[in-house]
């Protein structure tokens, strides 16, 4: 089974609007990452963030951490059209392999 | 663009056939993971290979196998296909630091389709 669970499985907002995507895993981590995908095609990396830490901010991304709820949460604000896309988060424990889990889809509407 | 390249985009096979896929790492990462993506699924991890050796496998049979060559880049070989083999296949290269802390860039996919 997959750490990694999003939340919703599917949203849908207007251009302008913020969108928030949860992620939540079982086991201890040393790092999540978000990624996102566009139309089955290759991964892109947003954002890392450490296990030590408890927010991270990149351009309109904003990723936080909880680590005693074994969660974590995806901010984009002032959504665009072309943010419509897959968005995942992945688990790393230590290197050995990224766990995935199955995404949030996201539709911006113009 | 990630600088992480895979061959062929799209290949169509039959179930019992054997197929070869093959990732060219980016510059200067020694790590090379494989994942499996079946559609409207999260990617699922099969197996990672550091420095030309097996580093960590997930739970796929035997009959996926692969290589990683001096060059760092690397094939994922499947045997005797499964219609459950369809799927979007993923390499992503890395380079493994002492913290343990890297990214992962991913390349654009390879396409199977089993018939």
């Known amino acids: 089974s997959q750490q990694g669970e999003e939340d919703p499985q599917a949203l849908s907002i207007q251009e302008g609007e913020n969108a928030t995507m949860n992620c939540s895993y079982k086991?201890?981590?040393?790092?999540l990452q978000w990624y996102r995908q566009n139309s089955g095609r290759g991964l892109v990396h947003l954002i890392l963030?450490?296990?030590?830490?408890r927010e991270k901010h990149s351009g309109r991304l904003r990723v936080t951490l909880d680590t005693s709820k074994k969660s974590s949460s995806l901010l984009i604000t002032a959504s665009r059209a072309a943010d419509t896309a897959s968005y995942f988060c992945?688990?790393?424990?230590?290197?050995?392999?990224?766990?995935f889990g199955p995404g949030t889809r996201l539709s911006v509407l113009p | 663009e990630t600088g992480v390249t895979q061959s062929p985009t799209h290949l169509i096979k039959t179930r019992g056939q054997q197929v070869t896929l093959r990732c060219s790492s980016q510059?200067?990462?020694?790590?090379v993971s494989w994942y499996q993506q079946a559609l409207g699924q999260g990617p699922q991890f099969i197996f990672q290979?550091?420095?030309?050796?097996?580093?960590g496998r997930g739970n796929f049979p035997p009959r996926f196998s692969g290589l990683q060559f001096p060059n760092y880049s690397s094939e994922l070989n499947v045997n005797a296909l499964e219609l459950d083999d369809s799927a979007l296949y993923l390499c992503a290269s890395s380079r493994i630091e002492r913290t343990g802390f890297y990214e992962q860039f991913f390349g654009p996919g390879t396409r199977l389709t089993v018939l």
């Open positions: 290979y550091y420095r030309e050796e097996e580093n």
């Open positions: 992945a688990t790393d424990n230590y290197g050995q392999n990224f766990v």
């Open positions: 510059s200067g990462h020694n790590t």
């Open positions: 086991t201890s981590i040393n790092n």
């Open positions: 963030i450490r296990s030590n830490e």
